[in-house]
């Protein structure tokens, strides 16, 4: 089997590369590595990988947008195995999907490499893009557009503080984030929520770094989860997000989750969207924005 590292030197505000530098000194097996130019260049890589139609390892150093990238470009090959070195700063992809933490580890996968076919979701106006994790909009994604455009995470990150970065832009953008109205159709039910702050639809548990905002999610299953939280005063937000790392907040009423596989989002006015915590433009209003799940589509590396 070959073996490729694919390493974004941006990820964890440039963290990942000391991580390979220190890394691919313990690596004792013939590899490839690659390090990304740009967004988008992971997908190219492993759709060039894809190509030669050879049992490859893919081991992706870096964050969720890395993941992303690298698992959709895997998408409906039965070369590839997939697997993470987690080196972002948010890391969801590593909780849930296959990562390695030492060269030691590859070394145990390649005496008998096993996969695990794993599901993936579709988000878009015409379903455009492809999502590992999760995509949502509302107070979550306007989180990240802040969190992205700001150099405190940077330097947050510099000293290892990074998940405040999030902390921040949490308490800035619940007094400036406005609430929408949501349709949600499913299997053609329609849903009406008011006073919306956000809806996630999830493929595994995690979102945020470390969020356990859909505990349900199954990576396998063939299914996605909706989570929809509404009418909540931004006091009761704050208590709510403070039971979101353990997962109870679904015991709240105003927090409702529903499965399908696939379903539709309307807004009453643009609303900021993420995918895989990675902005995603606008939602306009009553432009439906379409969410569907392919079933076991891309392989992980079975660990
Ligand atoms: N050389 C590059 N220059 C700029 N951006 C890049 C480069 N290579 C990859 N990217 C982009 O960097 C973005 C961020 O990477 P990634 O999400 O892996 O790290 P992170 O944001 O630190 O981690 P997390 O998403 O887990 O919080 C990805 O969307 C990817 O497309």
Same mark, same amino acid.
């Given at each position: 089997?070959?073996? #490729? ?15 390979? =530098?220190?890394? *691919?000194?313990?690596?004792?097996? /013939?590899?490839?590595? !690659? ?7 992971? !997908?190219?890589? #492993?759709?060039?990988?894809?190509? =030669? ?8 150093? @870096? ?22 070195? /987690?080196?972002?700063? @948010? ?21 008998? /490499? %096993? ?8 988000? @878009? ?10 995509? @949502?909009? $509302? ?7 802040? &969190? ?13 503080? $990074? ?20 349709? #949600? ?10 006073? &919306? ?53 679904? %015991?709240? /009423? ?5 499965? $399908?596989?696939?379903? *539709? ?21 009553? %432009?439906?924005?379409?969410?569907? &799940? *392919? ?9």
């Amino acid at each position: 089997m070959d073996i #490729v590292f694919i390493i974004n030197p941006t990820a964890g505000n440039g963290a990942a590369l000391k991580k390979w =530098r220190k890394f *691919s000194g313990t690596v004792d097996f /013939p590899h490839e590595q !690659f390090v990304t130019r740009s967004s988008g260049h992971a !997908f190219q890589l #492993v759709d060039q990988l894809k190509r =030669r139609e050879r049992e490859t390892l893919v081991v992706g150093f @870096g964050g969720d947008g890395t993941m992303r990238e690298i698992a959709a470009a895997a998408a409906g090959s039965r070369q590839l195995f997939i697997a993470s070195v /987690p080196a972002g700063s @948010g890391n969801d992809f590593a909780r849930t999907f296959s990562c390695f933490s030492a060269a030691q580890e590859i070394s145990g996968f390649l005496a008998s /490499p %096993k996969g695990k076919l794993t599901d993936i979701g579709q988000v @878009g106006v015409e379903i455009e893009q492809l999502f590992a994790s999760s995509s @949502g909009i $509302g107070f979550d994604a306007a989180v990240a557009h802040a &969190v992205n455009r700001s150099r405190v995470k940077y330097w947050l990150n510099k000293v290892g503080l $990074g998940k405040l970065a999030y902390l921040i832009f949490v308490v800035i953008t619940l007094f400036t984030f406005k609430k929408f109205r949501l349709t #949600v159709e499913l299997d053609g039910a329609v849903h009406h929520f008011e006073d &919306v702050w956000l809806a996630t639809v999830s493929n595994q548990p995690y979102f945020g770094g470390g969020m356990k905002i859909s505990p349900h999610s199954s990576v396998d299953d063939g299914q996605l989860e909706v989570t929809v939280v509404h009418r909540l005063s931004r006091l009761k937000l704050l208590a709510v997000f403070g039971t979101v790392f353990s997962g109870s907040h679904t %015991k709240f /009423p105003e927090v409702v989750q529903f499965s $399908g596989k696939h379903f *539709s989002f309307a807004v009453d006015r643009p609303v900021p969207r993420h995918v895989d915590g990675d902005e995603a433009g606008i939602t306009d209003a009553q %432009k439906k924005v379409n969410f569907r &799940v *392919s079933a076991k589509q891309w392989r992980q590396a079975k660990l």
